[in-house]
């Protein structure tokens, strides 16, 4: 277990060395790395759905297309959010709420969220809001620019946008739980697939967009 943890902590440092790389860079390489990592969920959220409906295709191709159609919206709202500023701060967002959530939820452990997931709980559900705040706080203290000026707005931001990640984090165990596998792929060392990683990111950018439009 300490090992597998090891494992996902230096997985998440090399994330957000390469997440802050690339938003840093241009909007292409963003928006190139974007594309690529969209492109292996969709591949490893097929595989998850084939091993469910064996034998109903068409609802497994339908399942496909729409969930296709709906990374070409995350795209989309991920072109349509890029500030450097703002596409980090999302991100931070997204990363920090999924590290609160397995840290506290690992260190209180406490009763289950939900039977979605057995291993998510309630103290790993609060740790997602908090450590989701940790960006905010950092950039307020770091930042004058007057737009930051409203920490209300800021805070309830992240809330948000925990919030759409875990649901999106439950969202996808579901099917995996349905095909009864652990993880969506092999590729990241102590996560499982690419999707296991970004399933929260996924869902919280477009929710985002409408939130800094909304809130802020």
């Not at 759905?49 to 034998?55: A, N």
């Not at 309630?122 to 004058?144: D, E, Q, T, Y």
């Not at 984090?169 to 990241?188: E, P, Q, W």
């Amino acid at each position: 277990m300490k090992n597998d943890f090891n494992k996902r902590i230096l997985t998440s440092a090399i994330l957000v060395g390469l997440v802050v790389f690339f938003v840093f860079l241009n909007l292409y390489t963003f928006m190139g790395t974007l594309f690529v990592i969209s492109l292996i969920s969709w591949l490893e959220f097929t595989k998850v759905i084939k091993k469910i409906y064996t034998k109903n295709y068409s609802f497994r191709d339908l399942i496909s297309v729409l969930s296709f159609i709906y990374l070409l919206i995350f795209l989309y709202m991920s072109y349509i959010l890029y500030t450097i500023e703002f596409a980090f701060l999302v991100m931070s967002i997204c990363i920090f709420s999924d590290i609160g959530g397995y840290v506290i939820g690992k260190i209180f452990g406490g009763k289950k969220l939900t039977k979605i997931s057995p291993n998510k709980t309630i103290s790993g559900c609060i740790g997602s809001f908090i450590f989701a705040v940790f960006p905010i706080l950092f950039i307020i203290l770091f930042n004058n620019d007057q737009v930051y000026t409203k920490y209300f707005n800021f805070i309830l931001l992240s809330l948000v946008v925990s919030l759409t990640c875990q649901i999106g984090d439950l969202f996808i165990s579901y099917f995996k739980r349905k095909a009864k596998v652990k993880d969506t792929g092999k590729l990241l060392p102590g996560h499982g697939g690419i999707l296991d990683r970004v399933d929260g990111i996924i869902f919280g950018v477009p929710i985002s967009v409408l939130a800094l439009t909304i809130i802020v």
